[in-house]
């Protein structure tokens, strides 16, 4: 098993241009979740969903849109990119969901936007 | 706002020595899990340990161990025999309902420096 992959692992984007992580499962989790990671504070929730089909907005949705059209296959896009979100993004996916099942995360993207 | 708190934003100890992170959160739920989550250097984030909260024995993992305290809501990390692999950022992580669907809340972290 790969495990949860994403790509890229670097991007470099100008302030106004859209672009799309990729996320990927390969075991047959049903949550998945998107987080962002900056210097100083904890993981914070962007979108997530509990299945295919299902998605719902986290703590700092805004600039952000998901879609889940497959169990394996959970796609962060940024409409219009902002120097505020400059961060490491990580995607996690869980079997038990998050109220007690262990997430397991992809190696994360450094997203800088000037 | 439910918030999840690590006082110690760094640590430094020698190989081989036992250290203590601590974490303090404020769910308001009554059947939940607890988390301590590993970010060593190469960014990926590993499960080091889960509590249960309806479980009064406190979870061990080999050299890693929890003390859960309830009713303080405290949930720390012991991590005996340190090795230089240990060196990592920290994150505890707690529950909390978010319309029925339970999400995480993460504390700021704890850089663990292992020194040989």
């Known amino acids: 098993n790969a495990g949860v992959t994403q790509t890229p692992k670097f991007q470099v984007l100008k302030t106004g241009q859209s672009m799309t992580l990729q996320c990927a499962q390969d075991m047959n989790h049903e949550y998945m979740s998107w987080y962002r990671q900056d210097p100083g504070m904890g993981l914070r929730l962007i979108h997530y969903?509990?299945?295919?089909?299902?998605?719902d907005q986290g703590e700092v949705p805004n600039g952000y849109n998901v879609s889940r059209s497959t169990t394996e296959d959970f796609p962060l896009r940024l409409l219009s990119a902002a120097p505020s979100q400059t961060s490491v993004y990580f995607c996690?996916?869980?079997?038990?969901?998050?109220?007690?099942?262990?997430?397991?995360f992809g190696p994360g993207t450094r997203l800088t936007v000037t | 706002a439910q918030t999840v708190t690590q006082s110690q934003p760094e640590m430094s100890v020698q190989e081989a020595e036992t250290v203590t992170l601590s974490c303090t959160y404020d769910t308001s739920e009554n059947n939940y899990y607890l988390f301590w989550y590993k970010q060593p250097p190469s960014r990926q984030m590993i499960l080091v340990i889960r509590q249960e909260a309806y479980k009064q024995q406190n979870a061990t993992e080999n050299r890693f161990s929890v003390n859960f305290q309830k009713a303080a809501k405290s949930f720390s990390l012991k991590i005996s025999d340190s090795q230089l692999g240990d060196t990592a950022m920290y994150f505890c992580a707690s529950p909390f309902d978010m319309d029925s669907n339970y999400q995480l809340i993460w504390g700021a972290g704890t850089k663990l420096i292992i020194k040989p």
């Open positions: 969903s509990v299945g295919a089909g299902i998605t």
């Open positions: 996690a996916s869980s079997y038990q969901g998050l109220r007690g099942g262990e997430q397991y």
